[in-house]
């Protein structure tokens, strides 16, 4: 079945960085653009980042100012999000969704 | 960007009520609209695509409707298992979500 599994959440301190992961299976990964979506707690969903089929595309929030990168390794059915200069605002949940099929998200917590 | 808006921002309905909820955009986004349920504590689940389309293994007493700028989300004889928040999303362009419409039962 098809499934969609994040890793790499935690407590960071602002300023530093992470790098999330999403490990996809039971369906043809590079059939699909791959999008990031996250969830501040309490609050409703926000959309991150996408990127193509074959990773040449990306796109991300302008919101982010350009702090996140979005990729993808094709080879290891894996999507990716850089997360760079963390700021306490980014504290959600992230989802990793073709927007069908959603993982059950990864949760990210940026406290000093 | 299209902006998104969702009224009501929530609403309380008996067991077997019909339930509407409204989606609108800022600009046309044609019929490239989902509509997702979500439950507390859950990953979002897609209920309709395309503004019209029931997704596999979704009960028929959901629908959607509209297409350009006014959308709509039907319940037709609520459960309890309907209880969730619904958010519309428009993919005509870079995506964005609407803020929710929060469902309880009576």
């Known amino acids: 079945q098809v499934q969609l599994v994040e890793s790499g959440g935690g407590v960071v301190r602002p300023g530093r960085s992470l790098r999330l992961s999403c490990s996809a299976s039971?369906?043809?990964?590079?059939?699909?653009?791959m999008h990031w979506v996250r969830q501040a707690p309490g609050k409703g969903l926000e959309w991150v980042a996408v990127?193509?089929?074959?990773?040449?595309?990306?796109y991300h929030a302008s919101s982010l100012k350009g702090r996140f990168t979005i990729s993808r390794d094709n080879s290891r059915n894996t999507l990716y999000l850089q997360m760079n200069s963390l700021r306490p605002d980014d504290t959600a949940v992230y989802f990793c969704?073709?927007?069908?099929?959603w993982g059950q998200g990864t949760l990210v917590a940026v406290s000093s | 960007d299209i902006q998104m808006t969702q009224s009501p921002s929530s609403l309380s309905a008996s067991v077997g009520d019909r339930v509407t909820i409204t989606c609108q955009s800022s600009h046309d986004v044609r019929k490239f609209l989902n509509w997702f349920q979500q439950r507390p504590g859950r990953a979002p689940k897609l209920l309709i695509y395309?503004?019209?389309n029931l997704d596999t293994g979704v009960p028929s007493r959901f629908s959607g409707s509209g297409s350009g700028t006014h959308f709509t989300l039907t319940i037709n004889g609520l459960q309890p298992e309907d209880s969730a928040t619904y958010y519309c999303?428009?993919?005509?362009?870079?995506?964005?979500f609407g803020p929710g419409t929060k469902v309880s039962i009576k």
């Open positions: 969704a073709t927007l069908g099929f």
């Open positions: 999303l428009q993919y005509e362009n870079l995506p964005s």
């Open positions: 990127v193509s089929t074959d990773g040449s595309k990306t």
């Open positions: 395309d503004a019209s």
């Open positions: 039971g369906f043809t990964f590079t059939n699909f653009a």
